[in-house]
């Protein structure tokens, strides 16, 4: 079945330091993929999407490209800050929309001052 | 707007015993939410898909006569996890789209431990 594969956390950063979350997927089909982010005691928050290959989604900073031909979504941002601290999730919807979500299993990112 | 409540954010309950989740969508009726659950280090894995007025579609693996799913309206749908047992242990969060909709809403989740 579809499964998504992320780097293994904790990471720990300084501020304005570079970021960069791995993700694999495999999916059957042409899967939506997705990045969530969960704030301490918080629900999870999209971050930012792609729905098709070659797309690169974007948000506060962050962005992910789809990349088809290495079946990844990695999350990247230039200059990290301490309100980024959280745990980031990749995830993929083989519909349209994001429904029925596959998860990785989460990332923590802690950011120092 | 889109605003997912889930209530508790933390229970703990003795084993035997069964325990209610509830998830709310605030400000819009969610025809569909969906159950996940997390074990330590692991993924977020899809229990259950919830549709208003109808019986819930659980995933393999998934007793459902363990964790009853009720979606009796379009702004709540709740979870019992009957006769707990400590490996029920979990984090359990929900999530709420609307009809037609292309976005999940996320509940804050629900740390269960089962003593």
């Known amino acids: 079945g579809d499964s998504v594969t992320q780097m293994e956390g904790p990471v720990t950063l300084s501020e304005e330091a570079f970021l960069t979350i791995n993700c694999t997927y495999t999916?059957?089909?042409?899967?939506?993929l997705f990045w969530y982010v969960q704030y301490p005691g918080e629900g999870l928050q999209l971050l930012l999407k792609?729905?098709?290959?070659?797309d690169k989604g974007s948000n506060k900073g962050f962005e992910a490209t789809y990349r088809k031909e290495t079946t990844s979504f990695h999350l990247e941002k230039g200059s990290v800050q301490v309100s980024d601290s959280a745990v980031y999730f990749c995830?993929?919807?083989?519909?349209?929309?994001?429904?029925?979500?596959?998860f990785g299993q989460g990332t923590r990112l802690t950011i120092n001052p | 707007g889109a605003v997912v409540s889930q209530h508790p954010s933390w229970v703990i309950c003795k084993s035997g015993t069964s325990v209610k989740i509830e998830c709310r969508s605030l400000?819009?009726?969610?025809?569909?939410m969906f159950w996940y659950r997390q074990f330590p280090k692991q993924s977020l894995m899809l229990m259950a898909t919830s549709n208003e007025g109808s019986k819930a579609t659980y995933e393999q693996g998934v007793e459902k006569d363990k964790f009853l799913i009720n979606h009796a309206s379009l702004t709540l749908s709740t979870l019992t996890v009957t006769s707990a047992h400590p490996e029920d242990s979990s984090f359990y969060i929900c999530s709420a789209v609307r009809y037609r909709g292309t976005e999940a809403f996320f509940g804050q989740g629900t740390r269960l431990t089962v003593v």
């Open positions: 400000d819009f009726q969610a025809t569909t």
């Open positions: 999916a059957t089909g042409y899967p939506s």
């Open positions: 792609a729905t098709k290959a070659d």
């Open positions: 995830a993929l919807s083989d519909l349209q929309g994001a429904q029925k979500l596959v």
